[in-house]
């Protein structure tokens, strides 16, 4: 089971570092880019940290397409939270309706081969 969780998990934290390293900075755009960018650099470090972890756990039991769907999927998740949270953000019918079309696709990929 635990094969099965722990990427999951990981995946949802480092995609939480990897959202802060590239949006985190458009919280405060008074900071000079390079700045930016050295903060966004050292933050996804820790995200490549549980990342490289979680896909070579993940491998024993996931094919390498459910992984990076799963990536997908949980980066959004990750990514609408911090939207609205983070950024003020609000999320629209047409946002949802396309993380229903992403979502309806992991399906298929998770489902295997669709026999005629």
Known sequence: MTAYL???GLLFISNIFMTFA????LGDISRPVWFAI???WGI???EYCLAVPANRMGSSVYSTAQ???MQEVITLIV???FATFWLGEKLTVNHLIGFLFIAAGAFFIFKGPISA
């Open 79 to 81: 990514f609408a939270g």
């Open 67 to 69: 992984l990076k769907t």
């Open 22 to 25: 590239w949006y985190g900075h």
């Open 6 to 8: 722990l990427p999951i």
């Open 44 to 46: 996804a470090f820790f």
């Open 38 to 40: 050295l903060m966004a």
